[in-house]
């Protein structure tokens, strides 16, 4: 291969493995494996213990036994914002939905416990279908600070919670996450600045990007007593019997949310949760508690997450086309344990960087280098091995097939300096060692133009070649050898067509078919020449009625230096690589060779030539 195809092969292996990489990531199998990996990393990397500044108010299955049931859920909540009232929370965040009216005497209950209530944050939630709110009711809703919605996000994959998002929209209505406007109220803010990339309560910058539905990863403080996270819980009936428990709830950012098992729709699978879901309260407690310590972690960009894995490809490629052996394979493992290492080195620095992408890019473009710079020496090997091939035949060759002129000449040119000859002799002699020399010096040169052909060293010659010359000329030249063995040849049916190709070699292969022909037959034969155009190509048959060969010979005469028993035993002089010759040089010219054999019968060698039916050649 060229060295510009090399360039190009190898690049084609780099960009597809970086192709699969990064559209494998983006299919769920891939974007799954992102979440685990991320979840693996969450539970693996906890973050340095806080003190929280919230409180969960849990209405737990304890609460609704002793307090009144699910049915008196009002009415559980009024007493707990009575009893809140004189230890002066900080902020009230109440995640119930409190839509719809209610048992009167109960509303109007909780309405004046809520009246009592500072910095008060009730809840809204989307309808199904999520084209409106479900807003508490006006009543209620006149006492609060701020109303706040109370969606987790879901992955659409495995359901887990992962992010909050900080804004959702309904028709034209808007609202703020339930965690968002605690923490403004407990900070005292009026409002919330909004720009395309972030948000901002008074010092505070939230890296929530629009596009992203304003959404943040959640922080968790790691295990709790509830198996959950550490934010301090104390239920609805310990604010009444345990003054103590609820004397913890003073100056606190409070959130109160039905924690019970059997009552709470809003539970949902987090990282840190193996088996028990998280209620909704406690997931927006720990949104409030990542907004109060303002412990972020942000999500690597695509354009990011793509630079890296374009980066990873360009060192695999670069590794094992520079380094070789030991020193590549050694480099390369270098680079996949960074690649792999990098998302977690992110994480711990507050970024969220999916792995697959990366990882798989880094593994596949390794692979790929290592596999092509592999495939690729060993073509060479094999090419260089077909070469010694080669030159070892062509040595052969020489050995073998030039023996005779040179014999002929040696012996020629010594008789003419031994003896005094007469003038005729010295005549006759230099004329053959003059035609020995000329054949040697054609056969070197058909050689050398059939090795550097199928070395592709050499473009063929493609002149336009009448066909009836080439059998004229070498029916001349034949003449004397069928004349020695009384071997009358004939010319049948002889059309003519021009072929485009190189004379000299198409010369040598005719030739050889003819001479074979003569050699093979017993004195007195006869060889019959015959040339028509037929559909599949212009045929060119030599027929004899010699020696023939039967159909395993037949099928190995092509092979160099290969000639049969009845072939030696005839006492003709030969090599065995003329015919091997003689292939290669009808397929340089697109064409084949075709063999009909019986022992004892004759064989009949046709040569199939592509030759345009209008018989000038293209
Ligand atoms: P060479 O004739 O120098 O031995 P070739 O390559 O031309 O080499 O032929 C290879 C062998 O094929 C011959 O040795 C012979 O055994 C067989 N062969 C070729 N032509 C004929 C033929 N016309 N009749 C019988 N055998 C043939």
Excluded at 417 to 444: C, F, P, T, V
Aim: with cysteine.
């Amino acid at each position: 291969m060229k060295p510009g195809g090399r360039v190009a092969g190898y690049a084609g292996v780099l960009v597809l493995s970086f192709a699969v990489a990064v559209v494998s990531s983006y299919t769920p199998l891939g974007r799954q494996i992102d979440n685990d990996a991320y979840d693996w990393m969450f539970r693996l990397r906890k973050p340095s213990p806080w003190t929280p500044q919230s409180v969960i108010l849990g209405i737990d299955e304890a609460s609704f036994q002793a307090l009144g049931g699910v049915r008196g859920l009002r009415g559980i909540l009024s007493d707990v914002l009575e009893r809140l009232a004189p230890l002066s929370p900080k902020v009230v965040a109440v995640d119930l939905t409190l839509s719809d009216a209610g048992e009167p005497a109960e509303d109007a209950r909780l309405e004046a416990a809520m009246g009592r209530t500072g910095n008060l944050v009730l809840a809204a939630e989307l309808m199904p279908g999520g084209t409106a709110w479900q807003d508490p009711l006006e009543r209620f809703r006149q006492h609060a600070s701020a109303v706040g919605h109370v969606h987790a996000a879901q992955d659409p994959l495995d359901g887990v919670n992962r992010q909050v998002p900080l804004e959702k929209a309904a028709g034209r209505e808007r609202h703020w996450a339930l965690s968002l406007e605690a923490y403004r109220l407990s900070r005292g803010a009026a409002r919330i600045v909004e720009s395309p990339e972030e948000l901002r309560v008074n010092d505070l910058i939230i890296p929530a990007r629009r596009e992203d539905a304003r959404a943040i990863y959640v922080r968790r403080l790691p295990s709790g007593p509830h198996g959950g996270t550490a934010i301090p819980r104390i239920s609805a009936v310990e604010l009444r019997d345990d003054p103590a428990a609820a004397e913890s709830l003073r100056g606190k950012v409070v959130l109160i949310g039905v924690t019970a098992q059997s009552a709470a729709r809003d539970r949902l699978m987090t990282p840190y949760s193996s088996e028990q879901p998280m209620p909704g309260v406690e997931i927006h407690a720990n949104a409030f508690e990542t907004l109060a310590q303002n412990r972020f972690v942000k999500a690597a960009g695509d354009t990011e997450v793509l630079l890296a894995c374009g980066g990873a490809t360009v060192l695999a490629g670069l590794v094992f086309w520079l380094l070789s052996g030991w020193a590549a394979y050694g480099t390369a493992l270098g680079l996949l344990a960074a690649a792999t290492a990098l998302p977690y080195a992110l994480f711990s620095r507050d970024t969220v960087f999916p792995p697959l992408a990366l990882v798989a890019s880094a593994w596949l473009s390794a692979a790929g280098a290592a596999s092509y710079q592999h495939f690729t020496a060993r073509r060479q090997l094999r090419r260089a091995e077909a070469e010694k091939t080669r030159y070892q035949q062509a040595v052969h060759f020489v050995t073998h097939e030039m023996r005779t002129p040179l014999t002929a000449i040696q012996g020629s040119s010594e008789l003419m300096s031994r003896y005094n000859l007469n003038d005729e002799k010295r005549k006759q002699i230099a004329d053959l060692i003059h035609s020995e020399s000329r054949r040697l010096g054609r056969m070197i040169e058909t050689f050398l133009n059939v090795e550097r052909l199928s070395a592709g060293q050499m473009e063929m010659r493609r002149e336009q070649v009448p066909l009836s010359e080439v059998v004229q000329v070498c029916l001349d030249r034949a003449q004397a050898l069928a004349d020695r063995k009384q071997i009358t040849v004939e010319r049948t049916v002889l059309e003519d067509a021009t072929l485009a190709g190189d004379r000299e070699l198409l010369e040598y292969a005719f030739y050889n078919l003819l001479t074979n022909a003569i050699k093979y037959s017993p004195s007195g034969a006869r060889v019959t020449v015959a040339g028509r155009q037929a559909s599949a190509g212009f045929r060119l048959s030599v027929r004899d009625e010699g020696i023939g060969m039967d159909r395993k010979e037949v099928e190995s005469v092509f092979r160099r230096f290969y000639r049969t028993r009845r072939a030696i035993a005839s006492g003709e002089a030969g090599s065995g690589i003329g015919l091997s010759i003689v292939e290669q040089i009808v397929s340089h010219h697109g064409g084949r060779i075709e063999v009909e054999s019986a022992p004892g019968k004759g064989s009949c060698f046709t040569l199939v030539l592509p030759v345009p039916g209008d018989g000038a050649a293209g």
